[in-house]
């Protein structure tokens, strides 16, 4: 069975999606200063919300697990195309 286009594009975005997560959480374990906005950078629309809110689940559990306390007006300072809800929930999970 063939893919049409739309889930072409759906598994072309999430394979990108992937290796970027992947980059980002190498980065953060190593202790390389890397921000989410760089991973952002020359992204179409549809692929920057959807890496950013897997970036920002990533550095949530990682802040965490240092015992920072992420908080939501950080984010939606630096990330105005989320909404305080889906921050809050992202950051309700870690």
Do not use: K, W
């Amino acid at each position: 069975m063939q893919m049409n286009d739309e889930e072409a594009n759906s598994v072309t975005i999430a394979r990108r999606v992937d290796a970027r997560c992947d980059e980002f959480e190498h980065a953060l374990a190593v202790g390389l200063p890397r921000s989410i906005e760089s991973f952002l950078v020359g992204l179409e629309a549809a692929d920057r919300l959807v890496l950013l809110v897997e970036l920002l689940v990533i550095e949530v559990d990682a802040r965490v697990a240092r015992h920072e306390r992420p908080v939501v007006s950080d984010y939606s300072t630096r990330f105005p195309e989320l909404s305080v809800e889906q921050i809050s929930a992202i950051l309700g999970n870690a």
